[in-house]
Structures are given as C-alpha cells and as structure tokens.
C-alpha cells in the first residue's frame, strides 16, 4: 500500500512541475513574436510616413519623421531588455 | 538684406491677391476660425506636383476627437499584463517575466497612439483654386490619394448623420466627378456646409476665368 502511495505521490508531483513549466514557457513564446511584430510596425509605419511626407508636406513633416526615427531606436532598445528579462525569468 | 527680405514676405494672415480682388465672397473672411482640422490659406503647406501658381485654399481634416475612443480602447491594453499574471503569480521568476510584459505592453500603447496621432495628420482633404485632393492613410499597409481637377467637378453632397455628426456637426462631403474616379469623399469634415459653399464658389470663379 505504502508503495502505491508513494507512486502515486510521484507521479502526481512530477506532473505539477511539468505544467507549471509549461504555462511559464507557453505565455513566453507569444511575446518574442509580440515584440517582433511591434519593431516591424514601427518600421512600416516610419516608411509610410516617409511615403506620405512627400506627397503631402508641411513644416511638422520633418519632426515626425525624426520622432519616428528615434521610436524605432527606443522600441529596439526596449525590445533587447524585454527579451533579456523574459529568458531571465 | 535680413529686413529687405522680411520686407518682402507677405503677411501670413492675408489671403492670396487672386481671391482679394473677388466681390462678395466667403472666401475672405475663412481665416477668421482656422482651426487644425479647417485651416484656411495655410502658406507652409505643399503637395507633391503642385503648380506654381495654385494656391491652398482649404486643408480639411477629421476633428482629433475621432480617434479618442481609439486610443482610451489601446490604453487597456495595459490591463492585460495584469491578467496574464493573475494564474503564474506563484511561479518563480514570475515578477520579471512581469516586468518584461509590462514593457511590451506600454511599447505597443505607444505605437498605436502614434500611429492614431499620425493617422488623424495625414488623413487630409486639400481643395486648390485648380482641383481637390484627398489623401487617405488606411493602415499602415495602403494609403490612397484620389485627385479630381474643379472643373470635372459634377455634383456636391453633404451627408450629416449620427449622433456625432448632430453634436460635433461634423458631415461627409460626397464630390462627385466626371473622371475616372468618380467619388471622392471627405469624412467627417467640420463646417461641411461651408465646405460646400466654397467649392461652389471656387466651381463659379474657375469657370468664369477670375481665379
């Protein structure tokens, strides 16, 4: 009896750290997608822009287009951290 | 030579000499309520193969508080880092992975707002003493310009509906063409009516040859 118990024991802790580990590493791979989805809308987003400031050009057309340059840095940057932290975690 | 060329340069609040020598126009007294959405006689504007001696008369845009509910709809989206934790909260290393969808979260928020902010400012109606433009920018993927010269012009519709449009008074303006584009629409313009007036009377002055 105390053998099956242990068994059962077993099986069911070992089945708990498998599922825990796979919630964990299921909620990961959405986000290393998220994050690149989210760098390549900022960069077609810059190149549609850059597209539509020279049909239609106007004295802020040159600071968006700067704004924009420097959001594709910050969003590489920012995307480079979250990925160190979601392989940390 | 500084003062000699601010000398030169006309007066930012006047409209072009073309239209001041017009009698009884409505064209004189726009610039009296430009606002960013219906600006009047902008000089800093240009298009892309715009004639030497066009000028802008109007530049039309959908009021900014359109994409409001857009963006309060995107801020939520910071809720959902909340909700993912809820079930991992006991995992170890689950503050960081917190942390991390944090950032992601608020790294999206951002784009979509300035994606809203550069959708209300390059989605623009432009109406010239020669033709009228419309440049739509869809989504990130397409964007359109439609074009129509003002004498093609056949017909213009104002279209006020929904409770927006009664509040804000804000209409459609529906121009249509004899070219190949039949259409164009101007979507949620302010002040439509007057819209409508001008085009009127831009359509009268180009066909009797003053503008």
């Given at each position: 009896m105390n053998i099956e118990n242990n068994i059962l024991d077993f099986w069911g802790s070992s089945g708990e750290s498998m599922l825990s580990f796979s919630i964990l590493t299921l909620f990961k791979i959405p986000f290393f997608f998220l994050i690149l989805g989210n760098i390549l809308l900022v960069i077609l987003l810059y190149l549609r822009v850059k597209i539509l400031a020279d049909t239609f050009s106007s004295p802020a057309g040159k600071p968006i287009k700067l704004l924009l340059k420097a959001y594709i840095v910050t969003t590489i940057i920012v995307s480079l951290i979250a990925v160190l932290l979601i392989i940390l975690a | 030579m500084l003062f000699l060329h601010m000398a030169k340069r006309?007066?930012?609040?006047e409209i072009p000499k073309k239209f001041?020598?017009?009698?009884?126009?409505v064209l004189k007294n726009?610039?009296?309520?430009?606002?960013d959405s219906f600006k009047a006689f902008p000089k800093e504007l240009n298009f892309l193969?715009?004639?030497?001696?066009?000028?802008?008369?109007l530049v039309l845009r959908t009021p900014?508080?359109?994409y409001i509910p857009q963006m309060i709809a995107m801020l939520l989206t910071l809720l959902l880092p909340l909700i993912i934790y809820l079930p991992i909260s006991?995992?170890?290393?689950s503050r960081t992975f917190m942390i991390a969808m944090m950032l992601i979260a608020v790294m999206i928020v951002v784009t979509f707002l300035i994606f809203a902010v550069l959708r209300w400012y390059y989605n623009v109606g432009i109406i010239t003493d020669k033709r009228v433009l419309d440049i739509d920018f869809h989504n990130i993927m397409s964007h359109s310009v439609a074009e129509a010269r003002l004498e093609k012009i056949v017909d213009i519709t104002v279209k006020q509906k929904g409770i927006e449009g009664s509040i804000f008074d804000v209409a459609d303006i529906h121009i249509q063409t004899?070219?190949?584009?039949?259409e164009i629409v101007f979507s949620k313009i302010p002040r439509a009516r007057d819209v409508q007036n001008i085009l009127y009377e831009l359509l009268e002055n180009r066909k009797k040859g003053k503008i």
């Amino acid at each position: 009896m105390n053998i099956e118990n242990n068994i059962l024991d077993f099986w069911g802790s070992s089945g708990e750290s498998m599922l825990s580990f796979s919630i964990l590493t299921l909620f990961k791979i959405p986000f290393f997608f998220l994050i690149l989805g989210n760098i390549l809308l900022v960069i077609l987003l810059y190149l549609r822009v850059k597209i539509l400031a020279d049909t239609f050009s106007s004295p802020a057309g040159k600071p968006i287009k700067l704004l924009l340059k420097a959001y594709i840095v910050t969003t590489i940057i920012v995307s480079l951290i979250a990925v160190l932290l979601i392989i940390l975690a | 030579m500084l003062f000699l060329h601010m000398a030169k340069r006309e007066n930012p609040n006047e409209i072009p000499k073309k239209f001041r020598s017009l009698k009884n126009t409505v064209l004189k007294n726009l610039k009296e309520k430009n606002s960013d959405s219906f600006k009047a006689f902008p000089k800093e504007l240009n298009f892309l193969d715009k004639e030497r001696d066009e000028n802008i008369v109007l530049v039309l845009r959908t009021p900014f508080f359109r994409y409001i509910p857009q963006m309060i709809a995107m801020l939520l989206t910071l809720l959902l880092p909340l909700i993912i934790y809820l079930p991992i909260s006991e995992e170890e290393g689950s503050r960081t992975f917190m942390i991390a969808m944090m950032l992601i979260a608020v790294m999206i928020v951002v784009t979509f707002l300035i994606f809203a902010v550069l959708r209300w400012y390059y989605n623009v109606g432009i109406i010239t003493d020669k033709r009228v433009l419309d440049i739509d920018f869809h989504n990130i993927m397409s964007h359109s310009v439609a074009e129509a010269r003002l004498e093609k012009i056949v017909d213009i519709t104002v279209k006020q509906k929904g409770i927006e449009g009664s509040i804000f008074d804000v209409a459609d303006i529906h121009i249509q063409t004899a070219g190949s584009n039949p259409e164009i629409v101007f979507s949620k313009i302010p002040r439509a009516r007057d819209v409508q007036n001008i085009l009127y009377e831009l359509l009268e002055n180009r066909k009797k040859g003053k503008i």
